[in-house]
């Protein structure tokens, strides 16, 4: 904002039109770059890195604490397919695992119905741009452990992907 205050706005009123105008330029090419700096922060904040993928091409997410079980999600027949992989993203039979998960808005998710079916968590999907919470446990004493995406099917600029499925590179600023 400082190049605001400083603006001479009043001393210009006795230059010469053309040095007038030779001032007023400087300032709006300080200000066009300013503009230019703070557009180019606004997009690398948003700038998001792709989400990590299952083998069948679904959506991962984290079911254990050092990587060694993921949840792959797919939707298939307008329900979330939940399938279990190891470290090594091979599949892994459902035993005495289990999944509650609710879904919805941002802050109104509401429970939502979970089926074991051909060795895979199944549940209702939930509404374009909505989320979907799931609360894993590895048998009955473990913790639970919570993942969440938003379901977020709008086309992602940069891959053409669905946004919960984008496969972009991570950001280069993201790499280090
Ligand atoms: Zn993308």
């Not at 009123?13 to 703070?38: E, G, R």
């Not at 989400?51 to 999600?73: A, I, Q």
């Not at 909505?130 to 639970?144: C, G, N, P, R, T």
Request: proline share 5%; aromatic share 6%.
């Amino acid at each position: 904002m400082r190049e605001f205050s400083e603006y001479p706005t009043t001393r210009h009123v006795k230059h010469p039109i053309s040095l007038q105008n030779t001032q007023n330029t400087k300032h709006m090419k300080k200000h066009i770059i300013a503009l230019l700096c703070s557009l180019a922060i606004t997009i690398t904040g948003f700038a998001h890195s792709g989400v990590e993928k299952g083998p069948n091409g679904g959506r991962l997410l984290e079911f254990s604490k050092d990587e060694t079980l993921h949840g792959e999600v797919t939707v298939k027949d307008g329900k979330f397919v939940i399938e279990l992989l190891d470290k090594s993203h091979k599949a892994v039979a459902l035993g005495e695992q289990t999944l509650t998960a609710s879904g919805g808005p941002s802050g109104k998710a509401a429970k939502l119905a979970v089926e074991k079916k051909d060795g895979k968590f199944v549940i209702p999907v939930v509404k374009e741009g909505e989320w979907l919470i799931v609360q894993f446990k590895a048998d009955s004493k473990a913790k639970s452990i919570t993942a969440r995406l938003q379901y977020d099917t709008g086309a992602c600029d940069g891959c053409k992907k669905p946004e919960w499925l984008c496969e972009c590179p991570p950001a280069k600023d993201a790499k280090k």
